[in-house]
């Protein structure tokens, strides 16, 4: 009898260690995309521990986890008045806060948002996207979020921590990138590019549209790889989080996302929100090496381009 409850409990736990490994990935040696809310509870004592805060002021000010810096995700996607649409904040002022608020180049970063709903889960891995995009490599979202820390009864205090100036320099290689209008349409041009976009297949398919977007449908020749699939928002209750590489793995290969891990992907949605979390699974889950975010997303490209978007139609690639 304790045999057998032996053996079960090693199988169990087995099967847990391998669930963990497969959401978490391997973003560079030794760090981990995606981790869990035990994980980071452990390691709260790491001195070299940066916790991000991507939630409203107000939000973070009723109770955060212990230790976080609050950066709200607006302070990382401004509207820009010139470009007329949301790009990722300009690099010289992003670092400048990143510093104010401790980052240093040896940093390791946890960043978290509400975990409410889905749109929560995009902020999240927009920030995240936008640190390693920077050259900060040492990063991980926090699957859940808040949501999941205080689900599980723990610890949350409502001081806000006095950091000392950090150090990080960006501009650094970037393993992980952002590109804009310019870069898109060389891309395009040379025709090596998979254009992910990762919109709900309503909008993909010109059925729905976003009420600031002018135009229905998609950049002609995308791929349909709707954000929402990555996640278990709308199936499960709170906390929202992203589901495991294996049924990551199946989800891509389902809608034709080519296997060939080198393929360079270029990922759009309507202001470049969703997109950032999308890059985060494709990337440094499912170990895509050329990935890119195209920043303005729709909200730029109809009004640059001059190729209007394909409506009633379905992107296809050529396996």
């Not at 690099?91 to 978290?112: F, I, P």
Request: charged fraction near 25%; hydrophobic fraction near 40%; glycine fraction near 10%.
């Amino acid at each position: 009898m304790i045999r057998h409850m032996l053996q079960a409990t090693i199988i169990m736990l087995a099967v847990m260690t391998a669930g963990f490994l497969l959401i978490e990935g391997v973003a560079s040696a030794g760090v981990r995309p995606v981790i869990t809310t035990e994980y980071l509870a452990k390691n709260l004592a790491d001195p070299d521990l940066l916790i991000i805060d991507t939630r409203t002021e107000a939000d973070y000010g009723l109770g955060h986890v212990p230790g976080a810096v609050n950066i709200p995700y607006e302070e990382w996607h401004l509207h820009s008045e010139e470009d007329d649409c949301f790009l990722v904040t300009e690099e010289a002022d992003l670092v400048e806060l990143l510093r104010k608020k401790g980052l240093n180049n040896n940093s390791r970063v946890v960043v978290y948002d509400h975990g409410k709903i889905f749109s929560d889960v995009t902020r999240g891995g927009f920030v995240y996207w936008v640190l390693r995009s920077r050259g900060h490599e040492n990063v991980s979202y926090l699957n859940g979020g808040f949501s999941k820390w205080t689900f599980e009864g723990r610890m949350i205090d409502n001081k806000r921590p006095v950091m000392k100036t950090g150090d990080f320099s960006a501009g650094k290689t970037a393993k992980a990138r952002v590109i804009g209008f310019e870069q898109l349409q060389e891309a395009v041009e040379a025709g090596d590019a998979v254009l992910v976009d990762c919109r709900s297949s309503e909008q993909h398919f010109g059925a729905s549209k976003r009420a600031d977007i002018s135009q229905f449908g998609h950049i002609p020749g995308s791929l349909s790889l709707p954000a929402t699939f990555f996640s278990n928002a709308g199936s499960d209750r709170a906390p929202v989080t992203i589901k495991n590489k294996e049924e990551l793995s199946r989800v891509v290969k389902g809608v034709g996302l080519p296997a060939d891990k080198d393929q360079e992907l270029i990922v759009y949605c309507n202001i470049g929100q969703w997109a950032g979390m999308v890059c985060l699974v494709l990337k440094d889950i499912l170990e895509y090496g050329n990935v890119s975010l195209y920043d303005g997303s729709l909200y730029e490209y109809v009004w640059k381009s001059f190729e209007p978007l394909a409506r009633y139609s379905w992107g296809h690639v050529q396996h």
